[in-house]
């Protein structure tokens, strides 16, 4: 699995974290994602997926 994550566009909604909390995280100061391991597990990829389909500002892609 690919993440890639357009950083610049986070608007901090922090739905990612909902979704997948192993693999997304917010910064403290301003809530844009953060991604605590670019190569998660088998396990989270239904997780990963969901996180960037509910993404407000759609700034996940996720390659499988």
Do not use: H, W, Y
């Amino acid at each position: 699995m690919d993440i890639s994550i357009d950083f610049d566009k986070c608007c901090g909604a922090g739905q990612c974290v909902l979704a997948a909390p192993e693999v997304f995280d917010q910064r403290d100061e301003d809530g844009v994602v953060v991604l605590l391991d670019d190569t998660p597990p088998a396990e989270q990829t239904e997780n990963v997926v969901q996180a960037a389909a509910v993404c407000p500002a759609a700034v996940i892609q996720v390659r499988v």
